[in-house]
C-alpha cells in the first residue's frame, strides 16, 4: 500500500492511506509492533552470507550467524532493550580486505550502503543505528525522509558524535530533523572503550523498548564509565545543539535528556510514528477497499480510530483527542470536494510529557 504525506494540489494515484503532519497533531490505531532495531554489520563469519537481512533475537543466534567477535552492535541493542534486531550483512562495493566492524578507521565509502537501505526499506523497524565506520548523518537523514515522505514508513535513526573523541568542540548544530538522534559521547563496556558511534546501538536498543507513555530522560544506562565527562555549560551547550548526551550521577549513569536533533522530545516523536504506522497498518487491513466510501463506512473508521486513541488517552500517551471528518474537505462549507473514493480525517491530540524540571523556592 501507498503511504506518506499529500498535496491537496497533487493528489496520488496509487490506493492508500495518505497523512499530512501539520505539526498540530494527527495520529493512531491498533498497538503495532514495538521493540524493534536495524542495523548493519561490515564483518562476519559464521552462517551469514552478503546483502540479507536476518532476524535476531538473543546473542546465541546472532554468535551463530556471524561470529561471536563481530556481534558487539548487536548484543548492545539487545541489551538496551530491543526485541528482536534486524542485521544487514553489508557487501563491499569493490574489491577490497573486510573490516571489523568496530574499526572506526575503515573506508566506508567501500560498502554499499545503498543496497542496505534499498533493503532495509522493506522491513519494518522502529529505529534504525547507522555503522561507526564514517559519520554519515546527511545520508542518513535523507534516506529517513525519503522512507516517511515516499513510503509512509516512520523510524528514528540513531547517529553518533561527528567527532571520534566524543568531544563537544564545534558541535554540529541542531536541525529540523525531527526524526534524527545524534548520540554525544559513549562508554566502557565490558572492559571495552566503545565510542558514541559504537555505543549507538545501546541507546537504539533503549529507544525503541520504552512505552510509548514513558520518558528517556533520566532513564540509567547500563555501562561502567563515561569516555567522556562535560562540564555544565558543555552539557547545556550540547542540549541546545541537538544531542542526547550521557551524564554520571549518584545512581549511575543516565541519558541527560531524550532528545532528537531537533531538540522535540523522544517521546512525543515517537508517539506520532505509532501513530501514523498504527493507522496505516490497521487502515490497509481492514478498511481500504473493504469499506464504502459513505456515511455508515466513515463513521466506522471514524469509531476505530476514536476507540485505539482513547486506550493511548488511557495510558497517559496523549490527551484532549478529537477525530471526525475534515471540513476543509467534508460538509457544506468545504472548501475542496474529496474524490467519490477519497477521505479525509482531522485528528489532533495533545502530547502528556515528563516532569524534568522541578523548581524549588525555599524561605527560611
Known amino acids: 500500500m501507498a503511504g506518506g504525506t499529500w498535496d491537496p494540489l497533487d493528489l496520488p494515484t496509487r490506493p492508500g492511506l495518505y497523512m499530512n503532519f501539520e505539526q498540530a ?8 509492533e514495538r521493540g524493534v532495531v536495524a542495523l548493519a554489520l561490515t564483518t562476519y563469519v ?18 551463530d550467524k556471524f561470529g561471536v567477535q563481530y556481534i558487539r552492535p548487536i548484543k548492545l541493542a539487545l541489551l538496551g532493550g530491543a526485541e528482536r534486531v534486524l542485521v544487514y550483512t553489508l557487501k563491499p562495493s569493490q574489491s577490497q580486505p573486510m573490516f571489523e566492524h568496530d574499526s572506526e578507521t575503515a573506508n566506508a565509502a567501500q560498502y554499499d550502503y545503498d543496497a542496505m537501505r534499498e533493503a532495509l526499506s522493506k522491513w519494518n523497524f522502529n529505529v534504525f543505528v547507522d555503522t561507526p565506520q564514517a559519520f554519515k ?19 528514528l535513526a540513531v547517529v553518533g558524535n561527528k567527532n571520534n573523541d566524543d568531544s563537544l568542540k564545534n558541535p554540529m548544530a541542531a536541525t529540523t530533523d525531527d526524526y534524527m538522534v545524534q548520540l554525544a559521547n559513549g562508554m ?11 555505543f549507538a546501538p545501546y541507546i537504539a536498543g533503549l529507544i525503541a ?6 520518558s528517556m530522560t533520566y532513564h540509567r544506562v547500563l555501562g561502567e564509565q563515561l569516555n567522556y565527562t562535560y562540564s555544565h555549560s558543555e552539557v547545556v551547550n550540547g542540549l541546545n545543539s541537538g544531542h542526547l ?8 549513569i543516565r541519558v541527560e535528556q531524550g532528545i532528537t536533533k531537533s531538540k522535540a522530545k523522544i517521546r512525543s516523536i515517537r508517539t506520532r510514528q505509532a501513530v501514523a504506522t498504527d ?28 476507540s485505539y486513541m482513547e486506550v493511548l488517552e488511557n495510558n497517559n500517551v496523549l490527551t484532549n483527542f478529537q477525530v471526525g471528518l475534515d471540513p476543509t474537505y467534508h460538509g457544506n462549507t468545504a472548501a475542496n470536494k474529496s474524490e467519490p473514493d477519497t477521505v479525509y ?9 515528563a516532569m524534568e524540571r522541578i523548581f524549588l523556592s525555599v524561605s527560611i
Open 46 to 63: 559464521g552462517t551469514a552470507v552478503e546483502d540479507n537481512v536476518y532476524t535476531i533475537y538473543n546473542i546465541a543466534q546472532a554468535e
Open 245 to 252: 548526551i550521557l551524564t554520571a550521577g549518584k545512581s549511575g
Open 188 to 198: 566502557e563496556f565490558e572492559g571495552v572503550k566503545c565510542s558514541a558511534r559504537q
Open 279 to 306: 493507522i496505516r497498518r490497521t487502515a490497509e487491513d481492514n478498511y481500504i477497499g473493504k469499506l464504502n466510501n459513505d456515511a455508515d463506512g466513515q463513521s466506522a473508521l471514524i469509531a476505530a480510530i476514536q
Open 25 to 32: 497533531a494527527i495520529r493512531q490505531i491498533t498497538n503495532g
Open 345 to 353: 480525517l482531522s485528528i489532533s491530540y495533545d502530547d502528556i510529557d
Open 209 to 214: 523498548s520504552t512505552p510509548l507513555n514513558k
Open 137 to 155: 548523518y546527511t545520508e542518513t537523514a535523507a534516506w529517513v525522509n525519503k522512507c516517511k515522505d515516499e513510503l509512509g514508513k516512520h523510524f
